[in-house]
């Protein structure tokens, strides 16, 4: 299992260069640790990875989730993937050490996470849901329900899963039909259909704990009547032992990609026996769930990097060693043919990559230190901190998730034929990948949540505090020669932003929501490429600070290397916003204005 | 089988309102046809695609081709598919009636394709290679081999493929290794692997004729010395039974999608006892080869245009019925859901997809005009029409395989979780359409081969010609009020294009050809949107003439469709070039600066 999937060393280049990973160690909330410590942690992610997640990549693609005997049968080491990061800490390493975790910085956690997901993006599914709805149960449930079920679920012996979605609620939440009536008891009855449930079934644990999204009989219509439960499989018995709660698997899905992880179809209450318990207090469950939901969300982008990083990987690899053709400034027949990799179209194509992935990856650990920041600091900073996740998640998760599947593609190219076949990781890729603009919220609501929601945050502050951002680093970068004429760009483009979305809210006033929204998917393209250039002029602060005094040939070249591909971004991609940027100041209303009777023929 | 895949509407509106297919009645060549032919003709093959292709479309995906017994086992309608096209005469529609065909425009018989490809891509790859194959042979082979093979390709019974790439010669058919050494009987003997071969091997048919390239012995290096051969799976003994011709299948490719039809590897001559015979005269195989070639490039682009088309029918009829959420005006709860074409967001992804399926099938049937022109017209005329061809092969194969996938990308959007999974189709064509941009030709060798090649023909001759055509469009739309302003953007396109061209024939000059064409394929994509913004503006003149006498609602709607979409095309997609223009005037030499070591780290 030679394979690369990641470079260590861009990873340590981010946390410790761009990012000072060691400067959290000085807030008291994380001062038991300190950079020697990450490392080690680093190191056992990586053997982890190599060692149970990527030997059964592809394995368990292939061998995809069936029903049988009415539960979802998963490949044999999911069992032993949970165990193993149940009893390593894996899955409470960001849960304080008073409740027995590790206390990791969340930078450093989400760096171990995408170790993970890139060695194996659906093996790391079961462990991302637990240790979400673990945390959900943690914020905002009862003692009762902590002690019931959140020490088996660190343990990595039972399962959790965020159950939102029904056969007619999908995006909109607001229609969801499962039902709670209460009891005497304490516990409520659900009744209702569940669909595309992750982890929402399978013989890998021994249990299945649904952090559940259901109506209480008489509650308000729409998203304010919702409450969550905690509603698990089997539940515990009088005398201690599990006994079913009647939650029936009605379906399992065959899919694209992401095979390695079945996504189910759950009935609830068919036998009027399915017990749920309140988390927190009634209607209050969409709130509740958004704790979990966002960092699902960034978690995606996160996810959607890895799989760009191993695609990426893979193809240089391929690249390095498929000798084809000659250079066209050499085209001699009887020369020996170059390595792929010497021909400029598939540089290119390779830089893409690596500019996507690159800055993906600069980007989510941004996040990541900001959410330390959020934890650690006192409350007006924490605002701040606050206010960028928030406008920064749903860009967070579709930067990567749309950009990532051409990346792969890309790569993909890059092999020809062989990128085609299942000789090679590249295809499973490309169908994995797929999901990223779907799941925890679809690139359009996404994009409507950034535009309709996160730009008008506050009046304004969280898009002031963003670019407030861009312009520290502006300046910063402005300090070096090198980086001067980038460092102008980004100021463009950020004047550009500002531009753009005053126009666009001084629209929503004019043509009202409609028109004002009808663009937001390009709006939060816009927005992304902008995000990304700003984290590769990041990137390009940290080299000009180091590369000038690296002594090693090998630290010489990855310099070079990042600032080959920051001018790769500033040169291919950064244009991209001309495009975007005319579309949108042209409010023409023609998507609100087509008719479906149009689309006729 | 209810499911829409084409727009028969479309599709006549293309040929009589755009393309006026009438006028080539009018050549003797094609006098014998006349519209109301054409149009039973195409009514055949709507009934065709529906009851023969269409209902074994998942099912040929799901049963992929096995070897087995040392032949590749595919499908059981496969064999069905190529005796029903045989005998109805789909294989010879091309043919002259002299020799036994129908004599259709390409025109004609290209829709024809269309239509067939959009119910079952991977079942008309097996009818496309025989019948390319066997023109090829028809072209250039001697009448022996005409006899011996011709007959039973087009009855249908026996499969013709093109034998090109080998484990070491993919993109670089200069360094193929397979030998022919000559005998006395006037036959060769063949020795050598190939690869990749799509329909290379299987037990439909009674016979494959591989159109082979070879090297004689003694051949100059490169393509100079490349022949082309005909070398059957089984050949004629002198009994005249078919007997084994020593070419072993020694495997078929388990792929990404594409998978009703095998692709395979093939071992020549292990037993010094595979036999080939020469077509016309030695050392001219790729000069041969490139008839069949540029036709199957153009065949690509028409594939990935129909698969794009199927998926966007899937999408809209999903669009139309899937009830979710509300209009962002009208956001109260206790309102009914709406069906999600009504939102803005959907009816930009459905005009996305409408643009690129509409656009590129008019680009195709543009191109098939002129295929017919060239061969009805006189030889000054005829070479117009062939340097139009040779400066839009590379354009028609790629905008439809590049922009293709992301239309399906959209489409499978539109249906959100659901299009992930195999209930429904859009899964399997964003699989079986990533092989496009590979096959015939990757998308970095069609780039080469524009701006390499085709840009400098003839002094430029190719490319002038071009801007006459658009020029000529921009014209007839400037007549039109409604059309002025888009012929006014489609100018100022075409005049950056030639700013763009010139600019990159000077840095050819300057900086040598490295440089010059680093971001071919990027000057591909800029070439290509330009392209397809001028048939949108084609269409909408037809629609200009015809829209406003339109007296039926539903051509009434059409009309209005096709100008959204036109709308749509200039609004969204052709602002695009923006930024690529700003990339081709910038060539600082990234791509081939950036060294292979600045990839390690």
């Known amino acids: 299992m030679a394979a690369k999937f990641i470079s260590e060393r861009n990873l340590k280049f981010l946390l410790y260069e761009v990012l000072d990973a060691e400067s959290l160690t000085g807030f008291e909330y994380y001062q038991e640790h300190n950079c020697k410590m990450f490392d080690m942690v680093l190191k056992a992610a990586v053997k ?348 967070a998760k579709t930067y990567p998730s749309e950009m990532g599947i051409i990346a792969i593609s890309q790569g993909l190219q890059c092999l020809g034929g062989s990128g085609y076949c299942d000789d090679y990781p590249l295809e499973q890729y490309f169908r994995d990948s797929r999901i990223h603009p779907i799941h925890e919220g679809t690139t359009g609501i996404q994009a409507m949540d950034l535009l309709g929601r996160k730009v008008l945050l506050q009046n304004g502050r969280a898009l002031s505090l963003y670019g407030e951002e861009l312009q520290a680093t502006i300046t910063a970068a402005e300090k070096f020669a090198e980086l001067r004429e980038f460092a102008r760009q980004l100021r463009a483009a950020l004047t550009e932003l500002q531009a753009v979305t005053q126009h666009l809210l001084s629209i929503a006033q004019q043509k009202g929501p409609e028109v004002f929204l009808a663009d937001a998917t390009l709006y939060l393209e816009f927005f992304g490429i902008i995000t990304i250039a700003w984290q590769w002029l990041r990137q390009g602060i940290a080299v000009q600070k180091a590369g000038p005094h690296a002594a090693a040939k090998a630290d010489r070249n990855f310099y070079q290397g990042k600032m080959f591909t920051l001018r790769y971004f500033f040169g291919y991609e950064l244009p991209r916003t001309m495009g975007l940027a005319q579309r949108l100041m042209n409010n023409d209303g023609l998507t609100v204005e087509m008719q479906t009777a149009f689309f006729n023929d």
């Open 48 to 395: 982890l990875a190599k060692d149970l997640l990527w030997p059964v990549f592809a394995e368990m693609d292939r061998n995809q989730p069936e029903l049988a005997n009415g539960e979802v049968q998963v490949h044999p080491s999911v069992r032993a993937i949970m165990k193993q990061f149940g009893e390593g800490g894996w899955i409470t390493s960001r849960v304080p050490i008073d409740l027995g975790g590790e206390q990791l910085p969340h930078l450093i956690a989400d760096a171990c996470d995408y170790i993970f997901q890139a060695a194996n993006y659906s093996a790391t599914a079961y462990l991302g849901l637990t240790v979400g709805a673990a945390h959900l149960i943690e914020s905002f449930g009862s003692q009762m329900l902590y002690d019931t079920y959140v020490p088996s679920m660190y343990a990595g012996l039972w399962q959790g899963t965020m159950a939102l979605t029904e056969p007619e609620a999908g995006s909109s939440l607001s229609d969801i039909t499962t039902m709670a009536e209460p009891t005497e008891e304490g516990y409520y009855l659900l009744k209702g259909q569940k669909i595309f449930i992750s982890a929402g079934d399978h013989n890998g644990v021994d249990n299945i704990v649904h952090l559940m999204l259901a109506k209480i009989v008489g509650a308000p219509p729409g998203v304010k009547g919702i409450s969550l439960f905690v509603v698990p499989k089997k539940r515990v018995g009088p005398d201690g032992r599990l006994v079913p709660n009647d939650v029936a698997t009605s379906g399992v899905y065959h899919k694209l990609g992401y095979r390695g992880c079945p996504i189910v179809q759950l009935s609830l209450g068919d036998k009027n026996d399915c017990r749920g318990w309140l988390v927190g207090t009634p209607h209050s469950g969409l709130k509740y769930m958004f704790q979990m939901m966002n960092s699902a969300r960034v978690g995606v982008g996160l996810g959607a990097t890895s799989m760009a990083t191993a695609a990426y990987y893979a193809a240089l690899e391929y690249a390095k060693t498929r000798r084809q053709g000659r250079k066209v400034s050499q085209k001699d027949p009887k020369r020996p043919p170059v390595p792929i990799i010497e021909h400029a179209d598939v540089k290119r194509m390779l830089l893409f990559q690596r500019a996507v992935v690159e800055g993906s990856l600069s980007l989510l650990m941004q996040c990541s230190k900001y959410l330390d920041l959020q934890l650690v600091l006192n409350s007006e900073e924490k605002e701040k901190y606050n206010l960028l996740l928030e406008i920064l998640t749903p860009v």
